[in-house]
């Protein structure tokens, strides 16, 4: 089975990539969506949201990422994904899932889930774009306000010529709320001949275990759940593999934020690394009663040095096994 990191707008950036990685059993992970209206993007944009592709489109651990672009014009998309491949990243997602109203008022995202035809011709257009060896890969819902038209839109992304399909199990109109409908993917499943990665509601080893046998999925794709519990692609893994393995503990997930450099970063405002860990926390606080606790502690601080001094008070080192391949 491959697990792949979801992505995230405003979450799952480069620090967070780098870090979760590191804890591994990730195998891709992939980018917050890039928005391309009308030009070919300049070499920073693309730098900005992925700077793996300085080190070959790889995370400091080896995993490799790739670029998702969102938009609605064919050739315009085209043109920035051939541009993503020769960059470095590795090979290119396309975004039809996004639920933001500000995405789909301007015809991006969940949308164009209304629209197959316009699927068929943005991934048609991408797919000649893009040399063969590169990976073109399309995520999607279910559908808009129901799932009626799914079969109409697997069917566009696969007579496009896309190398594989990510399915999130809920429609637009569903949005995050559970549950996440796998039961719907293998009548979907039946119509298709590439590679299927289910996602959605996957906070647990249990449940990427019903998952796989409800969306007959191998491959899992983890959003929330992996920020909630930051080593759960491990702990997945390692229970498919029937390996033995010891899940960090609090104050490993404490060292680890702490060591992530989110806070080393220069480019960024000083409230940068404050707004992150609390962020994170929020999440955090869905898998680890300590997060509650914790949240209360830095909640008014803005400093990266004072939120930096309360975090090192709960962290502990982790063993530097293999377990957690640090």
């Not at 209360?296 to 990266?304: D, F, G, H, Q, T």
């Amino acid at each position: 089975m491959k697990l792949i990191l979801a992505p995230m707008e405003g979450v799952v950036d480069f620090k967070m990539r780098e870090l979760l990685s590191d804890l591994g059993g990730f195998d891709l992970c992939v980018t917050e969506f890039i928005r391309v209206v009308d030009l070919t993007l300049p070499r920073r944009v693309f730098m900005r949201y992925c700077p793996e592709l300085l080190n070959g489109g790889y995370t400091r651990a080896g995993t490799p990422v790739r670029i998702q672009l969102l938009g609605q014009v064919p050739h315009v998309l085209a043109a920035n994904a051939r541009k993503a491949v020769k960059l470095g990243s590795h090979g290119v997602d396309l975004n039809f899932g996004c639920p933001a109203k500000t995405v789909n008022k301007s015809k991006g995202g969940a949308v164009l889930l209304k629209e197959p035809e316009q699927i068929y011709q943005i991934i048609k257009a991408v797919r000649e774009a893009v040399p063969e060896e590169h990976i073109v890969s399309a995520k999607i819902r279910l559908g808009f306000d129901d799932d009626t038209n799914s079969t109409e839109i697997v069917d566009a992304v696969q007579s496009a010529g896309a190398s594989s399909l990510a399915i999130h199990a809920r429609t637009k109109r569903d949005g995050y709320r559970p549950p996440a409908y796998w039961e719907k993917i293998p009548p979907l499943l039946a119509r298709l001949s590439i590679p299927v990665v289910a996602n959605g509601e996957i906070w647990q080893v249990e449940d990427a275990v019903r998952c796989q046998q409800q969306s007959q999925c191998q491959d899992l794709m983890l959003g929330r759940g992996a920020l909630a519990t930051p080593d759960l692609a491990t702990k997945i893994k390692a229970h498919m593999q029937g390996v033995e393995y010891t899940p960090l503990t609090w104050q490993e997930v404490v060292y680890h934020i702490v060591h992530s450099s989110m806070h080393q970063d220069e480019n960024v405002s000083e409230k940068y690394f404050s707004s992150r860990t609390k962020q994170w926390l929020g999440y955090l606080k869905l898998q680890y009663a300590e997060a509650h606790g914790l949240f209360e502690e830095i909640k008014r601080l803005k400093s990266k040095s004072d939120v930096v001094a309360v975090l090192e008070k709960y962290a502990k080192s982790p063993s530097l096994d293999s377990n957690h391949n640090i």
